[in-house]
């Protein structure tokens, strides 16, 4: 117990006192005094003190942490800041995103490295796939835009949708870095290298 804490040494006290009182009135007996006897009135307050006691320190040993030894848990507000939260990527696109994939449907997420002169491979998506490039260019060669190319830099957000054939390059000299979310049909593969599979 702390030697601050006087909670139960105080009760433990007085309470000692209250049990001598009766029988000593504070006055320790001489050895040659003749023995009286005790009367019925002053055997029933000693139990009755005795009780007391007992109760009391009972208390004290199951109800204060200080006595037992054993810390109380703060309460969930005390030591709630909020979740730990990190930043992976952000990338910002112009134009607008509708996503739309038929379900059930699996989200998964990669961060995929190309190093200089290497090469997605071409390949279609059956979903939708959503990405940053963190580092470097990535050159995306596909159909879809007017001069069959566009590069996308660092801090650009790519969207690939389904269907379409394309491919992604690193025509640069440091690698290229891309934080991926893919959106697809569970079961199905992230990416189709059987274009015949592909829509267009």
């Known amino acids: 117990m702390p030697a601050g804490d006087r909670s139960c040494l105080g ?14 009135n504070g006055h320790t007996p001489s050895p040659s ?11 029933i307050a000693l139990i009755a003190v005795s009780v007391a006691v007992a109760t009391g320190l009972s208390a004290c040993a199951a109800g204060s942490p200080e006595a037992t030894g054993i810390a109380s848990p703060p309460s969930p507000s005390a030591s709630a800041t909020g979740p730990d939260v990190v930043d992976l990527a952000h990338g910002v696109r112009g134009d607008s995103v509708e996503i739309r994939v038929d379900g059930p449907l699996a989200v998964d997420q990669r961060v995929i490295t190309l190093h200089p002169g290497q090469s997605t491979g071409v390949h279609c998506h059956y979903g939708r796939l959503l990405g940053v490039v963190e ?10 835009y007017p001069d069959g190319v566009h590069v996308y830099r660092t801090g650009d957000a790519i969207d690939e949708g389904s ?8 025509e640069g000299d440091v690698d290229t870095v891309l934080s991926v979310t893919y959106v697809t049909p569970e079961g199905a593969p992230l990416a189709e290298t059987d274009l015949e599979k592909c829509d267009a």
Do not use: C, F, W
């Open 135 to 144: 580092q470097g260019e990535l050159t995306h060669y596909a159909d879809i």
């Open 33 to 43: 005094a003749t023995p009286t006897k005790t009367p019925t009135r002053t055997v």
């Open 11 to 24: 009760t433990q006290a007085t309470s000692e006192s209250a049990v001598r009182s009766p029988l000593m």
């Open 163 to 170: 269907g379409y054939v394309h491919e992604g390059r690193n």
